[in-house]
């Protein structure tokens, strides 16, 4: 079982931005869910924890070696997708995991070869193999990032806004195949798509302005709303009056129509009771905190 | 169009790096204007239009660097920035972002070019060499300023922004920058310019065609100024008229014809190229071997190597498949290809050398190091921010092993720097070979290596190391800008004096076929050692982190590098002594105001020396035992003696012995005071024992240049005197002031009172030398045995020569003749034998033709010795019955190659009539104006005399005719002087208008009355009769030519005439 327990972290950039504010996480085998929303801190931390960036106080423990001053430990057993990146020109697909892998330490070159194309085959990208990454698009570039962060041995793997610019049917292949892996290691998914972390985290925490806002399993917080959520369609202009009365928790469009969602023990008038979502657990968490 | 150029300007103002930039513009340029002899002649004033010009063309170079810098800033904005498709939909016009833009680029290299000029003249005003002006005239300055200034940064950056826009290429548009500086450089050869003019004349031709095409205006500046006078120079600015004008218009229509061009035809945004990627059977394939499974990862140093490997393999692809990098392959082929044909054609006046391989890597080396700097700085900054700026740093970095790409980075540097250098290797065999020279010497090729690639690769690691600590791409590579600049360029050399410093630098040394690099091999290795222990520790201290720092690894080869650099340093600095000119000038000035009395102050004269001198070479050391024997000539009683010893000699004894007293000596100068008078006629003796050895950490002195194999020195200068020595005097009148001396001693004037009488010696000189060599010095070789392993020589001089001798020592090869009862002897280096025959048979020419129409030959042997160019400053020179020649200059020339030009003819005829005519033994002219006439001018007229026998009237009208040219592109750059009156440093007087005088003479009355004017003048004063000054020749000359041709001969020596080329066949 590995392990990572962040205690007390801290922060504070140059220009005074608060980054990360004491945080503290403890999690296990298994996708872990971090959601929040830009600029919540959540590429902070994890550039942190691989090791791109130093912290100001505070303690990292992956499998009981602090990272923050041994930073190489934990990049012996990491993968990492950023949230934006970029290749190299002129190098294809093969070529470039080739590279990476050796990098992560995979010296044996059947073994890592084996490993290579067999990726490639679970990202789908083994017919483009020898094609320049360069050329490829957003989603094959993406499957691409899955690929690499899953060279070698990983026991813990970071990824960071992953489905971001993926379509449907390829967020869904690659959240299967995080799924697939994600029992023997730590996966923690950053992310600001709540539906992504419901479909496949097992725990989660919501951060906000460098925050940790709440930690927990994602069926104790919506235990936590059950019968709590109301919602009711309404005109744009009764907006002002529906805010101040009542505790809004969302608004969306729903066919052209205004539907809102408010956090009430009890009903209230003309609104309809709904189950509980993430959604309503993440921005019930976000409205809390400002409030 | 308003709005982008503001733009641009104001973001530039914007950038603190940009006022760091503008700083160091003021600081360098005000340094380099203080400091910067820039001077063409002490005649032409500092603030004259002629040399203001010629200094702004020069300055106006520097807008390449401007212009490229901000090119690749300013055209790829955008791209950059990634803001290129967000601007470009906005409804900017393009002709109006593109002139916009190119206005911004202009007028921010111009204003560092303008800025550049303004501050050096300042800083040339407050300079030490601030004497020589007129009054400020502000036009003199504006002109050439718009003519050069402008329109050449017009020209760079029109270029730069064609190729910019229409490549979208940064590299493409480094290379070009590079390109445009090489064509400076070729341009710079072929110009005419009066720095050049010495060391490489072209023939007119070129410079015509270079007055036309180069772009950089000044072939065509110094093509129109070449005939102008000194008064032009200083009151004239070049009228923007024929050459001149046609160049500056052309260069200006070409620029506005390529921004023209990129307005109608460059296209804003980066058009991707379509790939149809092939649809191979690749498609179909399908794998179905394995599924995923974790893959065993090891981190042990092994492991570590793997990744720098797959690092450098990455890096290497990406260079080496690039077109910039084979662009800049063929940019340093081509200008070190330059420099190889130039090296080896060495213009118009001298012929080809032979294509050794010492030769090309003395190209090699000190061309190639500079151009190589560039790459460098532009490869360690795309290596080093590569990741970043294809934003695959992230991923790159959360790996295991990435710490490795740092020295990965190096290994490609380091691999790019030897590609390069096997590339020069190859193109200097390639010369060789086309140059038919196969004698290739490949280990002599090696020392490219050690000379420049190592200092490099040094380079490399320091620069990466700068980039990785300071960690903003821009300031970053302006500090390795700074860096580079002072601690490897020879601009630095000024700044960085301490040799430990030094270890970036190359050699800037010729090699020598008989000595090789000497003995500054070693001091180079050291020096490079203790460079490599210093970028070791440092990589060590700033790669590793903290904690790692203190394990016993790191602390070990830390402690390893420190003794390394310990050891090395203190080799280096133990003997190092620092060159400080203002003490020397202290030195001189107290010696002066010490011991200027003795000028005026009866001293002994030197008649008989006896000495032994013991060379040894492998230790660049000699030992000087003496006697000489005194004598009172002044007719006065000498009461006071001042003795004095040359630098850096450590005088074990010195003892002056009267028939009264032994007065011992222990000082370089000091003053001996006898106790009883030295009486008219009496005679005393001196007994010395002095050492001397040279350190290469502080160079070599050239005519005490006592080195492994090719010894010579002037060794009479460094033998003790007597009296006050006028030589010593600091010359500069600016100085004198400073240091608040008077009046420095004049040279006499041509018509002071005669008061020459011969003050020559009987010299008797024992040497010994290693156990291979051969020592030659001057004189007769009397005896000549071994002993303890090493060769001893007895010289002694039949007849009396000046107190002027020197010896040189050397594993020779030898040729032997004996001819009408004289020895003729040619000691040469093994493998330079091409003009052995050839050299015999013009100096039994010369001898022939001397005795009959000069006189008798005062000696019994006739002896050519080749000494290592580790001497420099003159390709041949003649002592009593031995010339002695340098290896690198005539007399190792290809005589056969493209202009058939008979220099060994030319060096037999000129240095062996010295033996008439000069200070050897015959006749010695009085040291004063004039003297050089005497000496020099005859030598020349014997020399085309020889010339004309040997190959006709014709040759040696051609070589009378490019001594007129040489004097008349001289003249116009100091004062004239008649040739009765010449200067000593006026040689383009009595050398070249020398040479075209006497010929006329000839001509006019005919070569054998000019010859018996010779013969007459050399019976009446040659020793021991009464010194010569110039108008006892022209009295003879009168004596034989006819009355009519009286009045041409004074104005032929007496006065100044204009010769053009129509007046050399008027007879």
């Known amino acids: ?291 | 169009m308003k709005t982008i150029f503001l733009f641009d300007i104001k973001s530039r103002f914007q950038k603190w790096g940009f006022y760091i930039l503008l700083l160091l513009i003021v600081a360098l340029g005000f340094i380099g204007g203080q400091n910067a002899r820039f001077s063409v002649s002490e005649n032409i004033f500092l603030n004259s239009p002629y040399q203001i010009s010629f200094i702004t063309t020069f300055l106006s170079l520097t807008t390449i660097l401007f212009s490229t810098i901000f090119a690749s800033q300013l055209l790829f904005k955008e791209a950059d920035a990634r803001f290129e498709l967000l601007l470009f939909s906005t409804p900017v016009k393009r002709r109006q972002y593109l002139l916009g833009r190119y206005a911004a680029l202009f007028a921010i290299s111009v204003v560092c070019v303008l800025l550049l000029i303004i501050v050096f003249f300042i800083g040339q005003s407050f300079g030490k060499f601030a004497g020589n002006k007129t009054s400020f005239v502000l036009s003199y300055y504006l002109y050439p300023i718009v003519l050069f200034a402008f329109i050449n940064t017009l020209f760079t950056t029109s270029v730069l922004s064609c190729v910019g826009w229409f490549t979208k290429n940064k590299l493409l548009v480094y290379v070009s920058g590079l390109l445009l500086y090489i064509v400076y450089m070729v341009a710079l050869m072929y110009s005419g310019s009066p720095l050049m003019a010495q060391s490489m004349p072209q023939s007119e031709q070129a410079q015509l065609i270079a007055a036309y095409i180069d772009p950089f205006g000044f072939s065509a500046f110094f093509h129109q100024t070449s005939n102008w006078s000194v008064l032009e120079r200083n009151t004239q600015v070049v009228s923007l008229s024929g050459i001149f004008f046609i160049n500056r218009l052309g260069v200006l229509l070409i620029s506005t014809g390529l921004l023209f061009l990129c307005v109608k035809k460059a296209s804003l945004i980066k058009k991707s190229k379509y790939k149809k990627v092939k649809e191979t059977v690749l498609s179909h394939e399908k794998y179905n071997n394995t599924i995923y499974k974790a893959a065993g990862t090891h981190h042990r140093l092994q492991d570590q190597l793997k990744a720098m490997r797959s690092f450098t393999k990455l890096h290497l692809i990406y260079i080496f498949k690039s077109i910039p990098f084979v662009l800049t392959a063929l940019a340093l082929l081509f200008a070190i290809g330059m420099e190889m044909y130039a090296e080896i054609e060495k213009g118009i006046r001298i012929p080809q050398k032979y294509a050794s391989s010492g030769l090309m890597v003395s190209t090699i080396i000190q061309n190639f190091h500079g151009l190589c700097i560039i790459a460098i700085v532009y490869y360690a900054h795309e290596l080093f921010w590569k990741s970043h700026t294809a934003n695959f740093h992230l991923i790159e970095n959360s790996t295991a092993n990435f710490k490795t790409n740092f020295f990965a980075k190096w290994l490609s540097l380091t691999l790019i720097i030897l590609a390069f250098s096997v590339l020069m290797i190859f193109e200097g065999v390639a010369f060789q070979f086309l140059y038919n020279y196969s004698k290739i010497e490949l280990t002599v090729y090696l020392y490219v290596f050690l000379f420049t690639t190592f200092p490099l690769i040094l380079l490399g690691g320091l620069v990466l190391l700068i980039h990785k600590l300071v960690r903003q791409k821009y300031i970053g590579l302006g500090l390795i800008v700074v860096f580079t600049l002072i601690m490897a360029t020879p601009l630095g050399k000024k700044l960085v004096s301490l040799p430990l410093l030094k270890f970036l630098q190359t050699l800037s040394f010729d090699y020598s076929d008989m000595n090789g690099f000497g003995e500054y091999i070693a001091v180079f290795e050291w020096r490079l050692i203790f460079g490599l222990a210093v970028t070791g520790i440092l990589l060590l201290f700033f790669h590793l982190p903290k904690s790692k720092l203190l394990k016993w690894q790191p602390v070990l080869a830390i402690a390893l590098f420190g003794m390394m650099a310990f050891c090395t340093g203190t080799k280096l600095l133990t003997n190092y002594q620092s060159k400080n000119s203002d003490a020397g000038l202290l030195a001189q000035a107290s010696y002066e105001k010490g011991y200027r009395k003795y000028q005026t102050l009866p001293q002994p004269t030197i008649t008989n020396v006896i000495t032994s001198v013991d060379l040894f070479p492998e230790n660049n050391a000699y030992t000087i035992k003496g006697n000489y024997l005194l004598k009172n000539k002044t007719g006065q009683n000498i009461n006071e003696i001042l003795v004095n010893f040359g630098d850096d000699f450590i005088i074990n004894k010195a003892i002056l012995i009267t028939s009264e007293e032994r007065l011992p000596v222990t000082n370089q100068y000091q003053v001996i005071s006898l106790h009883k008078d030295l009486l008219p006629d009496q005679e005393a003796s001196f007994e010395f024992d002095i050492h001397y050895q040279w350190k290469a950490v502080n160079g070599h002195q050239s005519f005490n240049a006592i080195v492994a194999n090719g010894s010579f020195m002037r060794i009479s200068r460094y033998y003790p005197v007597f009296g006050y020595m006028a030589d010593n005097e600091v010359q500069d009148e600016y100085q004198r002031k400073q240091l608040q001396l008077g009046e420095a001693t004049p040279v006499k004037q041509y018509d002071a009172p005669k008061s020459g009488i011969y003050d020559f010696i009987n010299l008797d000189m024992t040497i010994s030398t290693s156990a291979k060599q051969f020592a030659i010095a001057v004189g007769e070789l009397k005896k000549e045995w071994k002993e303890n392993n090493r060769n001893y020589f007895q010289y002694k001089t039949s007849a009396a020569i000046p107190f002027r001798f020197a010896l040189s020592s050397a594993e020779y090869a030898v040729k032997k003749e004996k001819y009408r009862g004289k020895r003729f002897e040619i000691y040469y280096h093994p493998t330079h034998y091409e003009n052995v025959e050839h050299l015999l048979k013009n100096a039994k020419l010369t001898i022939d033709y001397c005795e009959a129409n000069f006189g008798a030959y005062p000696f019994n042997t006739i002896r050519f010795a080749e000494i290592s160019n580790f001497t420099r400053g003159f390709a041949a020179t003649a002592y009593p019955a031995t010339i002695y020649m340098t290896e690198d200059m005539i007399f190792h020339a290809n005589l056969k190659g493209d202009k058939q030009q008979d220099v060994i003819n030319e060096l037999a005829g000129h240095e062996l009539s010295h033996l008439w005519w000069g200070n050897n033994s015959q006749m010695s002219p009085d040291e004063r104006d004039g003297a050089a006439m005497l000496s020099e001018t005859f030598a020349m007229y014997t020399e085309m005399m020889l010339l004309k026998k040997m190959y006709g009237k014709e040759k040696m009208l051609e070589r009378i005719k490019m001594h007129l040219d040489i004097y008349n592109s001289q003249k116009g750059f100091a004062d004239e002087q008649p040739l009765y009156k010449v200067k000593s440093e006026s040689s383009h007087i009595s050398y070249s208008k020398g040479a075209v005088v006497m010929y006329q003479l000839s001509e006019m009355i005919g070569e054998e009355k000019v010859n018996r004017a010779l013969h007459n003048f050399l019976v009446k004063y040659k020793y021991p009769n009464p010194k010569p000054i110039t108008t006892d020749f022209i009295d003879e000359l009168y004596k034989v030519a006819d009355v009519k041709f009286h009045k041409k001969i004074e104005e032929m020596f007496i006065k100044v005439t204009e010769i053009n080329e129509k007046d050399l066949k008027l007879y």
């Open chain 1, 1 to 291: 079982m590995n392990s990572l327990k962040i205690k007390n972290l801290s922060k504070t950039y140059s220009n005074g931005v608060k980054a990360i504010n004491n945080i503290n996480l403890e999690i296990e085998n298994g996708m872990f869910g971090l959601l929040g929303p830009n600029g919540a801190g959540k590429s902070s931390l994890m550039k942190i924890i691989v090791g791109l960036q130093s912290a100001d106080s505070g303690e990292i423990i992956f499998n009981d070696v602090n990272v923050l001053s041994n930073t190489t430990y934990i990049k012996k057993h990491l993968g990492f997708l950023p949230q934006d990146f970029g290749v190299y020109p002129k190098i294809s697909a093969y070529n470039l995991l080739n590279h990476l892998a050796i990098l992560k330490g995979v010296t044996n070159d059947a073994e890592r070869k084996e490993q290579i194309l067999a990726l490639l085959d679970k990202v789908n990208l083994f017919q483009h193999r020898k094609k320049e990454v360069h050329t490829f698009s957003g989603g094959m570039r993406q499957r691409f990032g899955v690929a690499q962060a899953l060279l070698g041995n990983p026991k813990i793997v970071i990824v960071d806004e992953p489905t971001a610019g993926l379509d449907p049917e390829e967020r869904n292949r690659f959240n299967s195949l995080l799924s697939e892996i994600g029992e023997e290691i730590i996966i923690i998914l950053s992310t600001h798509l709540v539906e992504d972390v419901r479909n496949l985290c097992s725990k989660m925490a919501i951060m906000n302005n460098g925050a940790v806002l709440a930690y927990g399993s994602p069926a104790d917080f919506l235990r936590e709303l059950n019968g709590k959520i109301w919602q009711k369609e309404i005109s744009k202009k009764e907006m002002e009056t529906y805010k101040s009365d009542f505790n809004i928790i969302s608004s969306q469009f729903i066919s052209g129509k205004m539907n809102i969602h408010i956090l009430a023990d009890n009903n209230p008038e003309n609104f309809e009771p709904v189950t509980p979502t993430l959604e309503d657990v993440y921005f019930t968490t976000l409205n809390q905190s400002k409030a």
